[in-house]
């Protein structure tokens, strides 16, 4: 009688091994633990995006209550991506400040400038005064533009209630997704995509919007990249993608990329920077200051037993190289959210980007 070989199945130290991964994995996702992890992976046979769109599928519109009723946190069942007019009873809480009504320079009038941040919107607790502390950010600096990572139905619904002197894109509507807002009175918007990564198991893509400012040519780019150490060869598919749109975009265009990456230098560095694009903080000089965008040694939004300091969130440009066009270089960087809320807690586990952008 034939024997059947022990190589024919995977040895059960593999399975293990393999199914830990995956619960590590999950539980970085999702910022919850190892045994929620195993529950939900269990359920949908170890299959991660089935895994998390039934985790995310949880009902956190109840986060919010305070500021909607409950018939207007649910989100619709089908959801327009691009909601230009607010509704009627809002209170456009990024409206500008009276210390920012003053009419700007002209030089700083033609400043393009710019927010990325991940939000941080899987962690529900106090999460509508964080929100309302966003848009608090929104009125110091009044950007031109703002890429989010992380958000989740109720933020975005929470954002075109109170954001209304934005245009929100959305870069999905279920779990959690990217989104991109849009100064209307400055940034006039043309079309958007939404360019999906083929082999992410962490619901990732990449959302992409054209517009124009003061008559120049904008590609506006923001992504969150594959998670977790263990993913850093998927990361790297998901940056090729990214460097090859804004490699062949259009030479009249500027293309402007920001987003939670969670790259490692590394990793960039094996994979390479078209000659025409630029890493912001490394163009302004790498101001020690503004290196580490996820610091657990200095922000306690997230109770881990160890200190991880990283450049997890980036800014990357390129300029459009068309004779005649207006070029835009960046002038400054700072890093913003780095006072704690009234709740003790801080508006994101990561600190956000501002850069600014002159024409040349």
Request: proline share 4%; hydrophobic share 35%.
């Amino acid at each position: 009688m034939a024997s059947t070989s022990k190589s024919d199945k995977p040895s059960v130290s593999n399975v293990e091994e393999n199914r830990s991964r995956l619960c590590d994995e999950f539980a970085a996702v999702t910022g919850t633990d190892s045994a929620v992890a195993q529950c939900y992976l269990a359920e949908n046979e170890w299959e991660m995006e089935r895994a998390l769109n039934s985790f995310f599928e949880a009902d956190l519109e109840k986060v919010f209550e305070e500021d909607f009723p409950e018939s207007e946190t649910r989100p619709k069942t089908k959801k327009q991506k691009v909601e230009e007019k607010p509704p009627g009873d809002c209170i456009d809480l990024t409206a500008d400040s009276p210390a920012s009504t003053c009419k700007p320079s002209e030089e700083d009038n033609n400043k393009l400038s710019l927010i990325s941040w991940n939000v941080d919107g899987l962690d529900t607790d106090n999460l509508g005064e964080r929100a309302r502390g966003l848009c608090s950010f929104l009125v110091l600096y009044t950007p031109d533009v703002v890429f989010l990572q992380e958000l989740i139905p109720p933020y975005v619904q929470y954002l075109k209630k109170r954001a209304v002197s934005y245009l929100l894109i959305e870069g999905g509507e279920d779990g959690y997704f990217t989104g991109m807002m849009l100064k209307k009175s400055r940034v006039k918007f043309v079309e958007s995509e939404i360019v999906t990564y083929p082999t992410t198991q962490m619901m990732r893509n990449l959302l992409v919007a054209q517009v124009t400012f003061k008559g120049q040519k904008l590609c506006l780019m923001t992504s969150h990249l594959e998670s977790c150490k263990g993913q850093a060869v998927e990361r790297m598919k998901q940056l090729r993608v990214v460097m090859q749109r804004m490699k062949d975009a259009p030479d009249d265009v500027t293309v402007l990329f920001g987003g939670d990456t969670n790259l490692r230098d590394t990793e960039v560095a094996k994979v390479g920077l078209p000659f025409s694009v630029c890493d912001v903080w490394e163009r302004l000089g790498k101001q020690e200051h503004c290196r580490y965008t996820w610091d657990t040694k200095a922000n306690n939004n997230k109770t881990v037993p160890y200190v991880s300091r990283c450049r997890f969130d980036r800014v990357y440009l390129r300029p459009a190289t068309k004779d005649g066009v207006q070029h835009l270089a960046p002038d400054h960087m700072a890093l913003v959210g780095l006072e704690k809320l009234d709740c003790g807690r801080f508006t994101s586990d990561h600190w956000g980007i501002y850069c600014s952008f002159s024409a040349v």
